[in-house]
């Protein structure tokens, strides 16, 4: 009996199976429906159909389902009352009030608070906060001024407040900005990628009048300058800085440091010396300053004060007596590499017309069949502009190379750089030495 009783069971499913299954078919097909649609409806955590399970977990709000409570001010009255000295005490109330709208009840909390904090960064910044929610910005400067003297950790925060005020950024330097070094050159260095270039000009003026800038910050802008296609000007900004070091840079010479005179500075309007293993990079009177294959790409000194202070003539002076120095440059080549090499370039600004660039150079034995030329070129499109000095080979005297070029609108810039290329012949390993005496490159009439 019991096994005929199973059967009778097992045969009515099968009979009514065709009919569960459209019943689950269809309870799928709403809870899907339902899912989908809310993807344009997004719902809250809360909802009894989210409860049930029916709602995907990328279909919730990915804010928290609750609120933090806010501190009672009891509480907070209690742990002023127990710690009266501490500057953060006084600054948590303030922000509690402020949470609960009541601006002007907060103030004297935060007056206090700066008080005691005076020399405390956080302490300063959550007060500055606060004057610029109650409408007062100009204390909230004065604050941040002295966050920026004394730290650099909000440095970003700051700089990305001052930016967001909508005041003139000039109007900024010495009172948001503290009249110190540290913060003046980093606020510079933030503005270089944001500012217009009137106001990094005023804000580098501004620095130099007191003293805080260097070769690196002077770099650093002329480079802005060059990647904005203002050419001109960043040469004209580099000739400044220069001084008296400038010699005939812009008058009318368009390379500055053309003897190599002076240990290259880290702007485009100066030599970029790059190593290589199989290369040796000299002065030819001294290795004083060497670049080789051992050390990294390097400017050789660290950044040196305002140069147009100094009241000598500089090394770029063309006296006579100076041009008896035994400056230039050698390259020395070990013969262990088919060396492709251009680490040796600088920019020059240029605007449409004829030029003339010439070098005063002499080889020793230079192997192979691939020597040594200057090429130069469009900065920005390089297919705009391709001229070329003759190759040097072998062993030569000291003589001059040259090339004659004409510039087209829009170049601004133009890059002059030192090239050997490889050789594709068996026997293609450099070696000898080239040595540069001088380069100029001046416009035509």
């Known amino acids: 009996m019991p096994a005929r009783k199973n059967a009778r069971i097992l045969a009515t499913m099968l009979a009514e199976a065709p009919s569960v299954k459209l019943c689950l078919s269809i309870i799928l097909m709403i809870s899907a429906g339902l899912s989908l649609a809310l ?161 990094l000009v005023a804000t580098w003026r501004w620095l130099r009048e007191r003293g805080f800038a260097d070769d690196a910050v002077a770099g650093s802008l002329v480079q802005e300058l060059w990647n904005r296609h203002s050419c001109r000007q960043g040469a004209q900004l580099w000739a400044e800085w220069l001084g008296p070091q400038r010699g005939d840079y812009l008058r009318p010479e368009l390379l500055s440091n053309r003897r190599f005179a002076a240990l290259p500075r880290p702007s485009p309007f100066d030599w970029t010396i790059e190593p290589a293993p199989s290369l040796v990079i000299a002065r030819p009177d001294s290795r004083q300053w060497t670049f080789d294959g051992s050390k990294n790409p390097s400017y050789g000194l660290e950044s040196s004060s305002d140069p147009s202070k100094n009241l000598s003539s500089g090394p770029q002076s063309t006296s006579a007596a100076s041009q008896n120095l035994p400056y230039g440059l050698q390259l020395t080549f070990d013969g262990s590499e088919n060396l492709s090499y251009g680490g040796l370039r600088q920019m020059a600004a240029v605007a449409p017309g004829l030029y003339r660039f010439s070098a005063v150079v002499e080889s020793d034995r230079l192997t192979t069949n691939q020597g040594l030329s200057f090429h130069i070129f469009d900065s920005a499109v390089p297919a705009r502009l391709n001229a070329a000095t003759p190759i040097v080979l072998g062993t030569t005297p000291r003589h001059t190379v040259e090339v004659v070029f004409r510039v087209s609108a829009p170049v601004c810039g133009v890059v002059v750089q030192l090239e050997r290329h490889p050789s594709e012949k068996f026997d293609n390993k450099i070696a000898g030495s080239f040595t540069i005496h001088e380069v100029s490159l001046r416009p035509l009439p």
């Open 39 to 199: 993807d344009f409806v997004p719902p809250s955590s809360e909802w009894l159909w989210c409860r049930l399970g029916f709602c995907r977990a990328d279909q919730l709000h990915t804010a928290p389902s609750y609120k933090p409570a806010q501190p009672a001010l009891t509480d907070l009255r209690l742990a002023l009352r127990l710690d009266s000295a501490n500057p953060y005490r006084w600054a948590e109330y303030g922000i509690a009030l402020d949470e609960r709208g009541d601006h002007p009840a907060a103030q004297p909390f935060f007056n206090r608070a700066t008080e005691l904090g005076a020399a405390t960064p956080p302490v300063l910044m959550v007060a500055a906060n606060h004057y610029l929610m109650d409408n007062q910005p100009d204390r909230a400067l004065a604050l941040g001024r002295r966050v920026l003297s004394l730290t650099a950790d909000f440095d970003e925060l700051l700089f990305a407040t001052y930016g967001q005020l909508g005041r003139p950024l000039p109007d900024l330097l010495g009172t948001a900005i503290p009249a110190a070094r540290r913060p003046a050159v980093a606020w510079l260095k933030w503005l270089l990628p944001r500012a217009p270039e009137p106001d």
